[in-house]
């Protein structure tokens, strides 16, 4: 029925919508749509809504350098799969990494899959794969804080 387009290129401009097929196929004129909106007023006759993206809301999450963590963590993995230690690496999507770190608690992202499909359509996970992880993160928590 329409279409997103986005603002200026890397100047976080608002998002315009461009209306080119009404109901029915119809065509519309660019911002407006034909029909019955809320309590029967006609949709066109509203004042055109403008959506913003004011950029991501997330903070930086990071372990502390030199921190334990990612040597226990990298060592576990190696040894729950029987492969090397993984490589380490930033991001640049948002978590819940930095509610962890602003509260003083060291976190990392470790886990199964691969994020170029998290949250997408065509998101999976191999049962593999969360069996490794799961026995890296036993691991890693028995070399943290034992067994008592």
Known sequence: MGQQRAGPAGRGGPVRSTARRGPGGRACRAGTVRGRGVRGRPLAARPPATVTWPGGQFASGMLPEGHPLADTVGAAHADATGGGVPRRR????????????????????????????????????????VVE????????????????
């Open 133 to 148: 992880t799961a026995r890296a993160l036993v691991l890693t928590v028995l070399r943290t804080v034992g067994t008592k």
């Open 90 to 129: 930033g991001a640049t999507y948002g978590s819940d990494l930095r509610h962890y770190t602003d509260a003083g608690i060291p976190a990392l992202q470790y886990g199964p899959g691969d994020i170029a499909v998290a949250h997408s359509a065509r998101e999976h996970v191999s049962v593999r794969e």
